[in-house]
């Protein structure tokens, strides 16, 4: 029988690549004040889906699915002791991934 995978396994065994972003921010701290622009790095990551398998990207580090969807399929499954069905071993390997890296521009 499989063993269960927790949060953390989910959270960090779909992550396939990882870029920075730059960021501009405008905002206006009083109504008499000029808008000040901030520089702000953000953290992108690519990931796949633990229940369709498709590649999609996140700021959130601790996101597993694609959409709410796949969110609420996975919670159901491990409700019912099931783990998702995706296998990541075979999806993540390295001819698989590296068509998917050079589609969202992740060199």
Request: positive net charge; proline residues 4%.
């Amino acid at each position: 029988m499989a063993i269960l995978l927790s949060n953390q396994d989910l959270y960090s065994g779909n992550v396939i690549g990882v870029k920075i972003e730059k960021q501009k921010r405008s905002y206006q701290q009083t109504l008499g004040d000029a808008p000040r622009k901030i520089d702000i790095r953000r953290t992108k990551y690519l990931k796949l889906c633990w229940m369709c398998g498709s590649p999609y990207e996140s700021y959130r580090l601790n996101s597993f699915a694609c959409c709410s969807r796949c969110a609420q399929n996975i919670w159901h499954h491990r409700q019912n002791g099931i783990n998702p069905p995706a296998r990541m071993d075979q999806l993540t390997k390295e001819k698989n991934v590296k068509e998917i890296k050079e589609r969202f521009r992740y060199i």
